[in-house]
Every structure is written in structure tokens, then in C-alpha cells.
């Protein structure tokens, strides 16, 4: 049996949305970096954008831990594959600490993370326009679940030094856990929003400008060695395998786009596709870049194709590529921002429509509300390059665009949320193409990434076969 692993870590958890988790979270990073600690950072669920914000902080890529879509032994597989080389790991929550995937249970919730990792809680806050009642929250978390240890506390948007005084004494008073620092309210620090949530970090022009003043602040008014303190009490792990990182040489070559448009990606399926023998190369179709002509197959992520669809309408050579890829039975894999410029046209928020791709028939057509949002199960309508027809896949969904005029012929999922029987068709497969709203985590099975290798493989064996001397 495999020797248990101390790997220090800690969940920053909030009360619920909106109490300045992320905030915290990239300045605390970056306070522990400047101790000479190599910090591997971790948010929880679904988030693509939040982590954007704690990969820079960390100098490390920001890693997923969801509950929902992967099982246990998921979690923990993702989670000592990621600290390789760390030395410590911090986890940013989700929305409260208590809420997952539904109202009942606590799957998909950061207690469920902590719960499963060992790890201690550090409950941020929101101490604006309060006092002792800092106290009942705090003791009520604490409570809720003898099985989270809510370690210690963290204040945030204090009205002042003496306000965050004042409830530390509240805290200690009523023997709820004690903070262990605060900040004050601070516009400087708030992250800009757009729709799908934060304003992703790399595209903020001043990142570090942003971010030192706030470690600086986290420096100053907490107690860092608490926190590691805190940290470090989390009992060893039992070591678990995770599949090499490292491909093997020689392997079919995937394309993905990577760039402001399309920044949605796991880290774990490029890795986990890399362990499977796929080699990875990135290309930007923004910077009007094509995937290597020698490329097996190309995958298209989530991001913000509506922000940039001129630019990407005008890339026609992208979409003769694409079309032609598809004619001779290279994989494309499309998720979200990817299938939406796989369709006929994009229109965007005022109305205006671009040409686009025209693999995907119908429109993506910006709402301007939200248009779904949450987990869901796939089953699949019929074969697809992750699935066999009828088998069940989990995955999240999150935009602001819907299709239309698409069609069921060629569906490629039948979802279900997470609460009612009701399904709907999402998608299109057809061939080796797979394109839908759907993000998928590949950790949640092994057989998901060698599936899609196995494609690729096959694409570059009848494209790319040597001609007969």
C-alpha cells in the first residue's frame, strides 16, 4: 500500500457568493509565494474564470476540484496529480460553503471538497454593516457539520482597523473560530464583471498592479504563519496513482485553440489527453493562425466568441480548414464558445450577424439573459467521439446564447439537470464531429481521453500514411 503524502492545504470557503473569496484567495496566493512557498492553487466546480486570477498569483496552472462531475477517487486522483512539487495547496470554494448541486446534499459543495481532501476550512466573512452577529455566522458554520473543520475565519470589507478589532474580540468571546486577519473595503480590489461572471485575468491590462498591493495588504493584516499552521494540521493523504504526465513521442497531434476567445479549458483533459498519447499543440485563431496542417483532429473551448466575432468571421481560412478537416474524418471537438462558431452565423448582442464556420447548422444568436446554467447528465443520441449511443456522461453548462434552426436530426445529447425528469436535446454529432453547449471533464472516466486519442490516432494513420515506394 502506497505511504501517506503530507500535503498541507486549506479551503477558503465563503459564507455564500459575493464575500470576496477570489480577492482573498489570489492575494493570499501571492503573499505565500513571496515567502518562497510554491503554492499549487485549486478552485471548486466548474469555474474557468476564477482560476485565470489564481494561475497568475501562483505562477502555477489553477486546477478544478469538481465532486459532481468526477467521483471520489476523481477528486483525489486530480488533486495529488496537480501538487506535484508544491508546497502547499489552497482552494478556493463555491458560491457558500454548504451549496452544491442541489438543496439536499452536499454534493458538488466545497464541505464535500474539504470532507474528501481532509482539509481544514478558512471561512471568509462579509463583516460590512455588521458586529457580533459576525459571531452567530461564523459558530453556525462551524456547527452545521462536525465533519467540516472550519478552522478559522477570515474578515473582509471592514469599515476600518478598529471594526475588524471589534469582531476578532466578537469571534473570541463566543468561542467561534478566531480570525486570523481581515481587509478593508477597497474598490481598488474589486474584480470587473461581465456576463459569464469575472473579467478573465489575462486580459486585464495591469494584473500585477492589481495583485501587489493586495498581497501587501494580506501581508500586513493576517497571520500567515496561522494560515500555514493551519494548513499543515491536515492529516497525510493516501497516495493515490495518477496517470504521467508526459507523452509518449510520437503520438497523433491536437490542436487547440487557445487565446481571448477561447480560454476554456480544464487543465486536466489536456493532461489527461497528453497521459492517453495525444501531443498538444496551441494556435490562436484570433492572431488568424490555422492548427498545423500535420494535426490529427482540433479542439475549440469555451470563452467569448461574441466579443471577438468580426474578427473571427473574417478568419475564413480557419473555416475552410475546419470543413475540409471534417470531410476527411479529423476529429473537432467543440464545447460552447467552440460550437458557436462551428455554426452557419453568429449574432451577437446588438443584432448583428457574422458568418461563421457553417459545420453546425442554425445560428448562435446572443439572448442577452442567461440562457442555462448548471450540471446536467448526457446521454448520448448516437456515437460520438466520447461516448457509444446511450451512454450517460456529466457534464455543466453556462451561456448566454442560444441555438436555433439546428435541428434534431443530428443531436448529439439528451440532458437532464440535475432536478426533474425532463430531458432536452443539446448538440450535434456527426462523424467525428462533436459539438455542444456541454463542458465535459474527462476525469470523470478513464476511457474518455483514450477514446478520443484513439480517434485521433486513427485520423493520422488514413490522413498522414506514407505513400507506397
Known sequence: MSEPRPLPRIVVAGTSSGVGKTTLVAGLIAALRRRGLVVQPFKCGPDYIDPTYHTHAAGRPCRNLDSWMLDDAGVAASFQRACHGADLAVIE???????????????ASSAQIAKLLGAPVLLVLDISGAARSVAAMAGGYARFDPLVRVGACALNFAGS????????????????????GWLPRNEAW?????????????????????LAPLAGAIEANFDLD????????APPLQAVATPPATPAAGGPLLAVARDEAFAFYYPDNLELLEAAGARIVFFSPLRRELPPAHAAGVYLGGGYPELHAAALSAHTALWDDLRARHRRGSPVWAECGGFMVLAEALIDADGRRWPMAGLVPGVARMTGTLASLGYRQATARRANLLAGPGETLRGHEFHYSVWEGGGAAHSAWALRGTRGP?????GYADGTLLASY??????????LAPRLVAHLRAAAERTFQPNPS
Open 161 to 180: 482597523a478598529a471594526h475588524a478589532a471589534g469582531c476578532t474580540r466578537a469571534l473570541a468571546a463566543a468561542g467561534a473560530p478566531p480570525a486570523l
Open 190 to 210: 474589486r474584480v470587473p464583471e461581465r456576463h459569464l461572471g469575472l473579467v478573465p485575468g489575462p486580459e486585464r491590462a495591469d494584473p500585477d498592479r492589481w
Open 226 to 233: 496561522a494560515i500555514i499552521a493551519l494548513a499543515r494540521s
Open 93 to 107: 470554494g463555491v458560491m457558500g460553503l454548504f451549496d452544491g448541486s442541489d438543496y439536499e446534499d452536499e454534493r
Open 438 to 447: 456541454l463542458h465535459i471533464h474527462l476525469g470523470q472516466h478513464p476511457r
Open 422 to 426: 425532463g430531458t432536452a436535446d443539446d
